[in-house]
């Protein structure tokens, strides 16, 4: 089965600064890639997400970029604030059909923004 | 707006005791899920269904089991409690049509003593 990887598991930056997190996935039949945000003690929930016939997404302060021969993907938050502290999760799916939509996830990046 | 709903967020149980986790979503998803959530760890999925009455096994079913007796409804069961079960546990829906985004409920912290 599909297999991701995701670093650091631990991230600290300054505010302002940008943070990065990267994963790679293994089998090349995943299509969609989402990046979910978990504050502490609530739901994840998607923030961006990206198919694998695009290149780089953006909205905002958070942009994603996919390398489909290299087979990673990667999120890139700009001007960080405090309350993007949060846990982050990537995730691969290789859609609705045969894998009915199933995500097979990172295992997090603790991101934390000091004032 | 969807909404995923778990039955309980905190839950303590005793070691060998049946446990019960109900999910319930009201966007009319086909498809829901069963994720336990430890630090390091992420999300592992537990099993899944497509339908009522039918459920796939994802990637850590060992001691556990499911039903969906209806569509909107998703249990997860521990038949007999042990303290490696101690977990968050976070279901989630998506539908067939319209958006891949998988909906998440607020989940169940559960702890066995």
């Known amino acids: 089965g599909e297999n991701v990887e995701q670093h650091p598991s631990t991230l600290s930056v300054q505010e302002g600064d940008s943070a990065v997190i990267k994963c790679t996935y293994s089998?090349?039949?995943?299509?969609?890639f989402p990046w979910y945000k978990q504050e502490l003690g609530k739901r994840p929930q998607l923030i961006i997400d990206?198919?694998?016939?695009?290149g780089e997404k953006k909205d905002q302060r958070i942009a994603v970029t996919l390398n489909k021969t290299a087979k990673h993907f990667s999120l890139h938050i700009t001007e960080t604030q405090p309350e993007d502290s949060a846990v982050y999760f990537c995730?691969?799916?290789?859609?609705?059909?045969?894998?009915?939509?199933?995500?097979?996830f990172g295992r997090g990046t603790q991101l934390t923004v000091w004032p | 707006d969807v909404k995923v709903t778990q039955s309980s967020r905190y839950l303590v149980k005793r070691t060998g005791e049946k446990v019960f986790l109900e999910c319930v979503q009201d966007?009319?998803?086909?498809?829901m899920f069963w994720y336990r959530q430890d630090p390091g760890l992420g999300l592992r999925l537990i099993y899944f269904?497509?339908?009522?009455?039918?459920?796939e096994k994802g990637d850590i079913p060992e001691g556990y089991s499911v039903s969906r007796e209806k569509k909107e409804r998703f249990s997860l069961i521990l038949e007999s409690a042990s303290t490696n079960q101690t977990s968050m546990y976070l279901c989630?829906?998506?539908?067939?049509?319209?958006?891949?985004?998988?909906?998440f409920g607020p989940g169940t912290r559960l702890t066995v003593l």
């Open positions: 995730a691969a799916s290789m859609g609705r059909g045969s894998t009915l939509g199933r995500l097979y």
């Open positions: 089998d090349s039949a995943s299509n969609y």
């Open positions: 990206i198919r694998s016939n695009v």
């Open positions: 966007m009319d998803h086909e498809n």
């Open positions: 269904s497509y339908d009522v009455k039918m459920k």
């Open positions: 989630a829906s998506i539908g067939l049509q319209g958006s891949d985004e998988q909906f």
